[in-house]
């Protein structure tokens, strides 16, 4: 996998992944003083879609696609889970350790649904002027979070294009080392890196002092190593993708709109998990001629003679 990550790229697309990576931590420190450039690193995250697309065959992708169905579901619900429960680890941790930075995030959750609450208030005093401006006021609303929420998800676009450029930089400072085949070492040296370096990016937009930016830094840090570690582990840059989205909507839909909305999709998940689980070991016990006669298609339309 390490040497389909170096391979050869393009001028143009080693500028955009340095667009990608450098660019958008740049405009995320920007985002503190400029409301258009927090409008621009949207727009480099919606744009880091189509980087990601030229990129992601290089994790070994094809493997991957050898997978059934029920084997990718599997998949990805066990990554869900994993996150789940590592993330459920780290926050207890961190509460345990870095008070002021639990104690402002919680002051951050609390603000934020206060300025909900007082959004919707103000449906109510704009549904008197008809349902419509109330319906595009609550779309606002809501979709405004679902909108950040699942762009957040396409961070893990920036960690591999970091993890792309640090491997080649790697390559080319550590030649011998490289060529001698133990390139483990900088893979795993590229994942703990980006990972301090996602860590520091959630502490860039805002000025806070050093007990919560620690505080920060360990906490996202450590959810960035254990995202690194499934991205590696599926090879598959979008279920990454899909997999931090689903849990930063969830997460934000606990917040105001459903309570404990992380906890009941992830045992949702787990559900599905143990379900197709357990399918796909009666599907493995089941004999080598039956099990390729289940996988194939049915064929429609045939006759017998």
């Known amino acids: 996998m390490i040497s389909n ?49 030229k990129i992601y065959r290089r994790l070994g992708y094809e493997s991957v696609q050898q997978k059934t169905k029920r084997q990718r579901i599997l998949q990805f619900t066990g990554s869900f889970l994993i996150f ?7 926050n207890i941790y961190s509460s345990a350790m870095f008070t002021d930075f639990n104690d402002d995030y919680d002051q951050y959750v609390e603000d934020y649904t206060d300025n909900q609450s007082f959004a919707a208030e103000d449906d109510d005093i704009v549904a008197a002027d008809g349902p419509v401006w109330a319906f595009f006021d609550k779309v606002d609303m809501i979709g405004g979070d679902l909108y950040t929420d699942a762009l957040a998800g396409l961070e893990e676009v920036w960690r591999l294009c970091y993890i792309i450029l640090l491997l080649m930089v790697f ?15 900088f893979l795993m040296f ?10 520091i990016d959630h502490t860039l937009d805002a000025e806070q002092p050093w007990s919560i930016k620690l505080g920060a830094i360990v906490t996202f840090g450590n959810m960035g190593l254990l995202l690194g570690l499934i991205l590696l582990w599926t090879r598959s840059l979008w279920l990454t993708v899909i997999v931090h989205s689903l849990y930063d909507i969830t997460a934000t839909l606990s917040w105001y709109y459903i309570d404990y909305a992380v906890e009941f999709f992830a045992l949702v998940v787990l559900f599905v998990h143990v379900v197709l689980f357990s399918l796909e070991k009666m599907h493995q016990k ?15 339309g045939t006759e017998s003679f």
Do not use: C, H
Request: no cysteine; proline share 3%.
């Open 171 to 185: 390559k080319k400072i550590f030649r011998r080392r490289w060529e001698s085949g133990s390139r483990d070492i």
């Open 84 to 90: 789940f429960v590592g993330s459920t680890i780290i």
């Open 190 to 199: 590229a994942l703990f890196l980006t990972s301090i370096i996602f860590g």
């Open 286 to 300: 089941l004999p080598m001629d039956m099990q390729e006669l289940s996988n194939q298609p049915e064929e429609k």
């Open 5 to 53: 990550l170096t391979k050869p790229i393009s001028k143009k697309l080693l500028f955009a992944m340095l667009i990608v990576a450098v660019g958008a931590e740049v405009l995320l420190y920007l985002a503190r003083y400029s409301y258009l450039a927090s409008t621009l690193y949207d727009a480099v995250m919606v744009s880091s879609f189509f980087v990601g697309w």
